[in-house]
């Protein structure tokens, strides 16, 4: 009975060494707490690694509006480039969970690649273009390309529209830096960007009487 005691108390006493060095370790490393603060985002850099992307193709598209009464005398229809096309962004990470942490509920918006980096490996500042939301979530968004083109005639009419449109298929890499909002941690996190986007390349409207 008592070597039994013996090895319960022996036992006891290991599990009760394990556990605070564990605390203790835990306490010593950074990041077992991030979950338990608040960070904002700095600043996002961006780069192509050899394991990413850019591919485009080119394709024709045509269209056809007939033209509806704008006034007493008068008939007019207008085309608008790129409006059926949605254009996507999505972020992926090794740990989403601490991802989506550090982005909050309501991910800021920042500038997201539209074209191919010059050299692999360095990164960039991206300023000007296309917005998306920080975020695991995919993102659909029209074309910034928003020109059309409007024919008005007495008669009514058929506008056909011929276009060459441009898809371009990406992925990127991502380093991004947070900052405690209460504090002085600071967390870098890493991770791959793909997205769809399109472009229109050629565009020419004509016009044929309409016959019903």
Wanted: aromatic share 14%; net charge negative.
């Amino acid at each position: 009975m008592e070597q039994k005691n013996e090895l319960f108390r022996n036992a006891l006493f290991a599990g009760m060494a394990l556990f605070a060095f564990t605390a203790c370790s835990n306490d010593d490393d950074p990041s077992s707490n991030v979950f338990n603060k608040e960070y904002k985002l700095v600043e996002v850099e961006w780069t192509q690694m050899a394991d990413d992307e850019i591919t485009s193709r080119a394709f024709d598209e045509v269209k056809e509006i007939v033209a509806t009464k704008s006034s007493v005398d008068e008939y007019s229809a207008e085309f608008f480039q790129l409006e059926d096309y949605q254009q996507t962004s999505q972020f992926l990470s090794d740990d989403p969970e601490l991802f989506k942490h550090l982005t909050g509920t309501t991910p800021d918006m920042i500038f997201i690649p539209f074209e191919g980096f010059s050299t692999i490996g360095t990164y960039y500042h991206i300023t000007g273009g296309n917005q998306a939301p920080f975020s695991l979530d995919a993102y659909n968004y029209p074309s910034s390309e928003r020109v059309s083109q409007k024919v008005s005639s007495k008669a009514q009419f058929v506008l056909r529209n011929t276009s060459t449109i441009e898809e371009t298929r990406m992925s990127a890499t991502y380093r991004a830096y947070f900052k405690e909002v209460d504090g002085d941690d600071e967390i870098e996190i890493t991770g791959k960007w793909k997205g769809v986007f399109y472009s229109c390349k050629y565009s020419m409207c004509s016009t044929t009487d309409f016959k019903e």
